[in-house]
């Protein structure tokens, strides 16, 4: 029994692949022919003789599962080496098969597929944040109830290149975090930053599309619901607490205009959707409920979310014992997401002395309770038509929610019947700005919903 496990752990892991787009093609070419896939083969049907041992057990995808078999695909596959199915049974059935990776994406087949191939006791990578996020718990305890150990790794469900999951996993092991938030979506990262030049909404939203960065339907991307599954993974890893995802309050950028990145400028601040959980803290000791929410937040060009520019991503976790630490890099893209995915497949194939995956992929586990009625400063920009007493009556509104206004910001007024001004306030509810800007919209003056987001004003935050 012994020599058979020893055999087990020394030839090539197997793998099915479930899904043959853009990262799944990424997947392919990196572990074929950077990790050898191609050369085990050979090795294997005895064309060439194998290579010296490594920490890392080889690896082979053996099987690609995809909808249409006829399709053209990006990437070339070896037909020696890799068999093209389309039922994914051919690949949850056969014990050869070591690992399942699942990039096809969507939360019904692939949910199936990564609960069935845990069950059977094959491991699976997985980028599929949408579908760790709604069944979160439902993995969890498959891969707890499974007897043969399986591993469930998803490096590139959040940020795409950024180990922001591996870190998290392990290396706050000793620490204690406040506070993960960041900018978790490339595509209205880039779309923001070519508004921020003034371009237009619409305008920039077809040239992500033109690029690829954007979908045909965009939006999971420009609505927030991207990142709301991602921080939602985040949440669960930093604080051990499950957050239903529709309980996320989330706020994409469809609202904002050139106009907001104006007064944003003047304040020495850009915009950026932002992702953020954290615990409430009244008086800075960090133990209050949890607060996860998602919306384009006013930044300092200082800060180091600032810094994250075309589709990049960035994520900053401020924690006890490190203080605010920082992890910028690519968040999508083909061998972007592809290299996180190889990398979870080698740490599920290391052997001894290697990296590896750790045991339970949510480590963490807490009953801290859910508060997403989160504190922030805030910035408001108000369309009106021009008259008398509109900013006293601004201040009354406030007054009368308990908001105090820290300025009042204001450009020449080029159109009476068509104007802006930002207000900014102090900390308040996101309930008490919420029900103000509901008074301001139904005033004479009004022509608009007013536009709300939080403010940073510490390089903490």
């Not at 008259?387 to 406030?398: F, K, N, Q, V």
């Given at each position: 029994m012994a020599l058979a496990a020893a055999a087990a752990a020394t030839r090539p892991l197997r793998i099915g692949m479930v899904g043959g787009g853009t990262v799944g093609g990424g997947v392919y070419e990196i572990?074929?022919?950077?990790?050898?896939?191609?050369?085990?083969?050979?090795?294997?049907?005895?064309?060439?003789?194998?290579?010296?041992?490594?920490?890392?057990?080889?690896c082979i995808i053996t099987k690609i599962c995809v909808r249409d078999l006829t399709k053209p695909r990006s990437f070339h596959i070896n037909e020696a080496a890799t068999e093209l199915v389309s039922d994914v049974n051919s690949i949850l059935q056969d014990d050869s098969i070591d690992m399942v990776v699942e990039v096809m994406g969507g939360t019904t087949l692939a949910r199936t597929v990564v609960l069935e191939a845990l069950k059977s006791g094959k491991s699976v990578v997985t980028a599929n944040k949408a579908l760790i996020a709604e069944h979160l718990d439902e993995i969890h305890n498959a891969v707890k109830g499974s007897s043969s150990n399986p591993k469930f790794a998803?490096?590139?469900?959040?940020?795409?290149?950024?180990?922001?999951?591996?870190?998290?996993?392990?290396?706050?092991?000793?620490?204690?975090?406040?506070?993960?938030?960041?900018?978790?979506?490339?595509?209205?990262?880039?779309?923001?930053?070519?508004?921020?030049?003034?371009?237009?909404?619409?305008?920039?939203?077809?040239?992500?599309?033109?690029?690829?960065?954007?979908?045909?339907?965009?939006?999971?991307?420009?609505?927030?619901?991207?990142?709301?599954?991602?921080?939602?993974?985040?949440?669960?890893?930093?604080?051990?607490?499950?957050?239903?995802?529709?309980?996320?309050?989330?706020?994409?950028?469809?609202?904002?205009?050139?106009?907001d990145f104006e007064y944003a400028k003047l304040m020495g601040c850009t915009i950026k959707l932002v992702?953020?959980?954290?615990?409430?803290?009244?008086?800075?000791?960090?133990d209050g409920a949890l607060s996860v929410y998602v919306s384009p937040k006013v930044v300092p060009n200082d800060h180091l979310l600032a810094s994250a520019r075309g589709a990049g991503n960035a994520i900053a976790v401020n924690s006890a014992n490190l203080g605010t630490a920082s992890y910028i890099g690519p968040g999508a893209g083909r061998f972007?997401?592809?290299?996180?995915?190889?990398?979870?497949?080698?740490?599920?194939?290391?052997?001894?002395?290697?990296?590896?995956?750790?045991?339970?992929?949510?480590?963490?586990?807490?009953?801290i309770a859910l508060d997403n009625d989160y504190s922030s400063a805030f910035f408001l920009r108000i369309s009106f038509q021009d008259g008398l007493g509109i900013i006293r009556t601004i201040g009354e509104l406030a007054e009368r929610h308990g908001v105090s206004i820290n300025s009042v910001l204001q450009?020449?007024?080029?159109?009476?019947?068509?104007?802006?001004?930002?207000?900014?306030?102090?900390?308040?509810?996101?309930?008490?700005?919420?029900?103000?800007?509901?008074d301001i919209e139904l005033q004479e003056f009004s022509t608009g919903v007013p536009l709300c987001m939080p403010l940073m004003l510490n390089l903490h935050e």
């Amino acid at each position: 029994m012994a020599l058979a496990a020893a055999a087990a752990a020394t030839r090539p892991l197997r793998i099915g692949m479930v899904g043959g787009g853009t990262v799944g093609g990424g997947v392919y070419e990196i572990v074929m022919d950077r990790l050898g896939g191609t050369a085990l083969h050979a090795a294997e049907s005895g064309s060439v003789p194998p290579s010296t041992p490594r920490k890392t057990r080889g690896c082979i995808i053996t099987k690609i599962c995809v909808r249409d078999l006829t399709k053209p695909r990006s990437f070339h596959i070896n037909e020696a080496a890799t068999e093209l199915v389309s039922d994914v049974n051919s690949i949850l059935q056969d014990d050869s098969i070591d690992m399942v990776v699942e990039v096809m994406g969507g939360t019904t087949l692939a949910r199936t597929v990564v609960l069935e191939a845990l069950k059977s006791g094959k491991s699976v990578v997985t980028a599929n944040k949408a579908l760790i996020a709604e069944h979160l718990d439902e993995i969890h305890n498959a891969v707890k109830g499974s007897s043969s150990n399986p591993k469930f790794a998803f490096e590139a469900a959040v940020c795409g290149g950024i180990p922001i999951i591996e870190t998290l996993q392990s290396c706050y092991a000793g620490d204690v975090v406040h506070e993960v938030m960041g900018i978790a979506n490339g595509t209205t990262n880039y779309m923001l930053g070519k508004m921020e030049m003034g371009a237009d909404y619409n305008e920039v939203l077809k040239e992500a599309q033109d690029l690829g960065y954007a979908e045909a339907d965009p939006t999971a991307d420009v609505e927030g619901h991207d990142v709301r599954a991602k921080i939602a993974i985040l949440a669960k890893l930093a604080f051990g607490t499950t957050v239903p995802v529709d309980s996320i309050p989330c706020m994409g950028i469809t609202g904002i205009t050139p106009v907001d990145f104006e007064y944003a400028k003047l304040m020495g601040c850009t915009i950026k959707l932002v992702g953020t959980a954290g615990r409430l803290s009244q008086y800075g000791e960090h133990d209050g409920a949890l607060s996860v929410y998602v919306s384009p937040k006013v930044v300092p060009n200082d800060h180091l979310l600032a810094s994250a520019r075309g589709a990049g991503n960035a994520i900053a976790v401020n924690s006890a014992n490190l203080g605010t630490a920082s992890y910028i890099g690519p968040g999508a893209g083909r061998f972007p997401t592809a290299n996180s995915v190889v990398a979870d497949i080698c740490r599920v194939a290391a052997t001894t002395g290697a990296p590896s995956v750790v045991s339970d992929p949510f480590p963490l586990s807490s009953n801290i309770a859910l508060d997403n009625d989160y504190s922030s400063a805030f910035f408001l920009r108000i369309s009106f038509q021009d008259g008398l007493g509109i900013i006293r009556t601004i201040g009354e509104l406030a007054e009368r929610h308990g908001v105090s206004i820290n300025s009042v910001l204001q450009n020449p007024i080029k159109d009476h019947l068509a104007a802006d001004f930002v207000v900014t306030t102090e900390e308040c509810k996101l309930s008490q700005i919420k029900a103000m800007c509901n008074d301001i919209e139904l005033q004479e003056f009004s022509t608009g919903v007013p536009l709300c987001m939080p403010l940073m004003l510490n390089l903490h935050e």
